[in-house]
């Protein structure tokens, strides 16, 4: 007897459904995202982290809480600095490379296709068609709890 496939949920996501980057997902699926963050680096810090060990975790202050958690050096560059070059999100950006960048610039923290809809000037429904299908793109996935 074979086990089923896991089940995320039987809830269908809203326009009001959160969603985040599940970096597990990334993991489960035998891809490495510092592959894929190392290429969204500016040029000027492509060539200083060449040499930057993947994973190599840092103390992040959230400038909104004051919280201190661990956060991926790569990632924590990323949010500080290369997410706010005009060119990190453009009206030409692919939908969900749009969308994957956004969460990496707020900190993965969740947003909602709403929400995504007024940063990127893209419908909400399309958001939600796109990220609630049957296809996980670049790991992002609702919070269903």
């Known amino acids: 007897m074979t086990d089923a496939a896991p089940r995320s949920s039987l809830i269908k996501p ?31 810090h492509q060539e200083s982290f060449a040499q930057f060990a993947s994973g190599e975790m840092i103390d992040f202050i959230d400038p909104e809480t004051a919280e201190v958690r661990p956060m991926d050096g790569i990632q924590q560059v990323i949010l500080s600095h290369c997410a706010r070059q005009p060119e990190w999100v453009t009206t030409q950006t692919a939908l969900v ?32 068609q796109t990220l609630a299908g049957p296809r996980v793109y670049k790991g992002i996935r609702p919070i269903l709890d």
């Not at 894929?36 to 500016?42: A, F, G, P, T, Y």
């Not at 929400?115 to 429904?125: H, I, K, T, V, Y």
Request: glycine content about 4%; charged content about 20%.
């Open 14 to 44: 809203s326009l009001q459904t959160h969603f985040h980057i599940d970096f597990a997902w990334w993991q489960q699926n035998e891809r490495d995202w510092h592959v894929h963050m190392r290429n969204l680096l500016c040029a000027e």
């Open 97 to 128: 490379e749009a969308v994957f960048r956004i969460f990496l610039s707020n900190g993965n923290s969740p947003l909602s296709p709403q929400d995504l809809s007024e940063r990127l000037g893209r419908p909400a429904n399309v958001i939600l």
